[in-house]
């Protein structure tokens, strides 16, 4: 693996959309005892159920603590390779490395990564384990490696068409625990030498009581060039509601970077989901202090899923909306499977499918 | 990773000769401090000037815990795959897996390791990271691992012709560390089982005072089928004299699997090599005890060397045979380059080239 200083930019690499055609994808073992209740025993089987969905039309990789490397051998199916990779939690999507492609090759960018947002507002101490792990990654699937660590960005935070767009939230790229250094403009520049972004469309918040500051990939995703899905209520009383409405106004009222304008579609949310006083009591203290607390509401989003080869992988809370989000989904992704996998077992952790998931581009080389 | 319980032998599968061709070579980047002195830095640098080496015709796999990652990855060739594994030593021959093929196709086998002897004699305690290391390097190349976990056996106390020929010694695989409950017949019956071997050739005891009970591959190993070279020292007062005779007298008495004599070919010993009270200080202590003590033996062996693809890569003493040693492997593999490897920094770990690596022989699919 080759360290690379020049920009995929300029080498003529982007990034592609996650509905393009994987090689695989990475995810990271639970075990952290303060994010997942009961020794992350119940997260455990939630995703390997999501990995042994994924891993039917791709490759799936799993990153496990030395500790827990025999757990995730023996609850996951062989095709599943498992490997040895330390981390201070299990949110792939952050702290995996963001692929670019020049159509042959993929490379991987090693972007920093604070635990969103640092000594500021981050949600752990120390990050270090998480912030070594895209490097890592390159290594282990041999590919050369952007190194970016002086920029701050979690994979949630950005949503790409492969076509020159990016979605984004101001809420997230530009909070004072990122790079607050930085202006709106010399951001989008760096976006643009980066990952090929020709237009950033900027939407104001993420989902109400996200701890991720606002991560674009539980409010709004590209289903297809010029299509996007939005988290949807239509309760004027939730904060939700005023958040969603300014989201689909900009959408509406913005083009893509190839001029079209964007379809936006209504994913509904369920309905508002908190946290039980007996999930609580799962959760070890964090520095002496509870993670979460009984009734605090849950950031639960169906937009949170993930696009494999052969399927959409959608969150699940047993509400009455599931079905109606398979529903839509499917409509979007007719050459996909949509399938709902119940996560609130994810969920208690502050994320969910997207979250916890990777994608490796396909690669001829 | 399928983790297999039939034997390769019923599958069709058997172990290559090392000089077969490879895919590739995994080492383990040394960082235990009562084994390498001074923090492993100069062992460090003989395993970077090695691994370079055989990295120009084979892939090269390292090996390195979390901490060690940074330095394993700043110090090798952009080429190899550095990998974060947990381990308790540096012995890749010993820990990592024993590959079989059926001529497409590679497994790997995962052996019992006890630390060359458990609570018997074992050099240290514990050792259950390098006894999870082989079943995670299958997973690290995706290749399906039989599960020999009740069979102690480390790589370097055995040599094969890769036709049904095996060479060990009885000092090692009769020794009481190791499978004191099983016979002769009953080691002999396994190493058929597992790779298919149809003769074994017993010699009685490797070099004098080595550590890991006498490995053969620090005083016997095949060149080519019918062709082995062997230790040796004509100074009759060395205890080493008696050892490598009676080696002599078995080799020549013996036939292998195809029937054939097997050549010998003297390999001179270096003088004796002892190590420096310097040396020693440079040593933590294990226990509260020395693992070394100044003037002591080290079991030196120009028989230790590594065929990549490319190279035979052979250990330098700065002894007045290091010239010979390297012409005569020169004439025995006249289609490899013999690279010579000034190797004491790693002969102080307690073994040498060819302890430190361990091959992964070609495969198609």
Redesign the interface.
Known sequence: ???LHTTPKNDGFYMPAEFSKHYGCILIWPHRRDSWQNGAYAARKAFAQLIAAISKSEKVIVCAR?ED?DSA?EMLP?EV??????SDDSWARDVAPTFVTDGKEIRGIDWGFNAWGGLYDGLYFPWD?DN?LA??MC??I?K?CYDFRDFILEGGSIHTDGEGTLLTTEECLLSKGRNPEMTKEAIEQKLSDTLGIKKVIWLKRGIYHDETNGHIDNICAFTAPGEAVLAWTDDKNDPQYAISKGCLDILESSTDAAGRKITVHKLPLPKPVHITEEECEGLDNMDGEPTRTAGERLAASYVNFYISNGAVICPQFGDDNDAQAVRILQSLFPDREVIGIYSRDILIGGGNIHCITQQIPYFER
Do not use: A, G, N
């Not at 390779?81 to 330390?86: C, Y």
């Open positions: 693996m080759r360290i030395y490397y051998r062989p390779r498992v490997i040895e990779m330390s384990k070594k490097k890592k290594d282990q041999d050369d």
